[in-house]
């Protein structure tokens, strides 16, 4: 073999290991789509926060959790999504829709307008 036809083989190579890496990538995506149970590290993967901050949560007893031997924690993927649903912003549609408290006609201001005239 010449060096342009070693090249050319290297080349090739590569580009069917980057295939097989990334059906491997997919291949596990779909299995963590399928798990009911998530660890610390899967569940920082997951939601982007560091593992620290997800034993704090934990810790604090934000997140439910379970420990069935005792030492890993794990935590129910719908217990996670519960908990990140439980935590949501307001868009701003939603707020032009409810009159802001000091607009909001109170019963007591009602009345003492009432009186006055």
């Known amino acids: 073999m010449n060096q342009i036809e070693i090249e050319k083989t290297l080349k090739e190579l590569k580009n069917e290991v980057q295939q097989i890496k990334e059906r491997i990538k997919l291949m596990e995506y779909k299995f963590f789509l399928k798990?009911?149970?998530?660890?610390?590290?899967?569940?920082s993967d997951y939601t982007g926060y560091t593992e620290s901050t997800i034993y704090h949560l934990t810790g604090r007893k934000k997140i439910r959790y379970h420990k069935p031997n005792g030492?890993?924690?794990?935590?129910?993927?719908r217990d996670l999504e519960k908990w990140i649903?439980?935590?949501?912003v307001e868009i701003m549609d939603e707020l032009r829709t409810e009159p802001f408290p000091i607009n909001k006609p109170s019963n007591s201001n009602q009345k003492n307008n009432s009186d006055e005239y």
Do not use: A, Q
């Open 35 to 43: 798990k009911s149970y998530l660890t610390i590290k899967e569940v």
């Open 71 to 77: 030492k890993t924690i794990l935590i129910k993927r």
């Open 85 to 88: 649903e439980s935590h949501p």
